[in-house]
């Protein structure tokens, strides 16, 4: 099993949408969180950390469900520059964080 | 944006012939690391440095190598390459571990081995 799974997509909204995904990660004892954002053929940008109680940034908001070991991602009011792939990031330790393998998303016009 | 500067940015090579990738940050931190990225796969750690001189493996080093002579360059190097090592690397770094320190990553070297 990944330490961390996605969705992959591709998420296809229409502007102005909400869209939400989830990420699974499988090691209970993960202290850290983040979302990041990476466009086409370009480098992984952090778009967010995820904190227990929740967090919200802007049009973006994540959660952490510890209990059923996942994190989710919901952004409002998409906008066109929204498409990318977003990457779940989970530290199961110090130095070492395990990265999901992406979930596509595609805002149309 | 960090400074973070990877080269060379693409790289083509025959198999079996060693190939080195260079790191090099303005920032003066700590922590640096190699990463592969490969369709269906997340971001996997190859080597990564906690230290000048102190380098560790991660989940696929198997046919890298690292070094870190100075702070701001992590040296990565194939000794013989392998199709199987076609990929993107990025290279990315971080002032602290944990969720105090958010990786910032390099724009990425594009390998291709032939």
């Known amino acids: 099993r990944k330490e961390v799974e996605q969705d992959p997509g591709p998420f296809n909204v229409p502007e102005g949408a909400t869209v939400a995904f989830n990420c699974t990660y499988s090691?209970?004892?993960?202290?850290?969180f983040f979302w990041y954002r990476q466009d086409c053929r370009k480098e992984p940008k952090l778009l967010m950390s995820v904190y227990s109680s929740g967090n919200e940034d802007g049009r973006f908001t994540a959660q952490l469900n510890r209990a059923s070991q996942y994190i989710s991602l919901l952004i409002r009011d998409s906008k066109l520059s929204d498409s990318a792939t977003y990457l779940c990031v989970v530290n199961p330790n110090d130095y070492k964080l395990s990265f999901g393998a992406g979930t596509t998303v595609t805002v149309r016009a | 944006d960090a400074g973070i500067t990877q080269s060379p940015r693409h790289k083509v090579t025959e198999t079996g012939t060693p190939v080195t990738l260079r790191c090099h940050q303005t920032e003066n931190h700590r922590y640096m690391y190699w990463y592969r990225q490969d369709p269906g796969h997340g971001l996997r750690l190859i080597h990564y440095s906690y230290g000048v001189k102190d380098t560790d493996k991660g989940e696929v080093s198997d046919g890298y190598s690292v070094s870190r002579s100075k702070t701001e360059d992590f040296l990565l190097t194939l000794e013989s390459a392998t199709s199987s090592q076609t990929s993107v690397y990025f290279c990315?770094?971080?002032?602290?571990?944990?969720?105090?320190?958010?990786?910032?990553f390099g724009n990425g070297t594009r390998l291709t081995v032939t």
């Open positions: 990315a770094i971080s002032a602290e571990t944990g969720d105090n320190s958010p990786l910032h």
């Open positions: 090691n209970s004892a993960s202290q850290s």
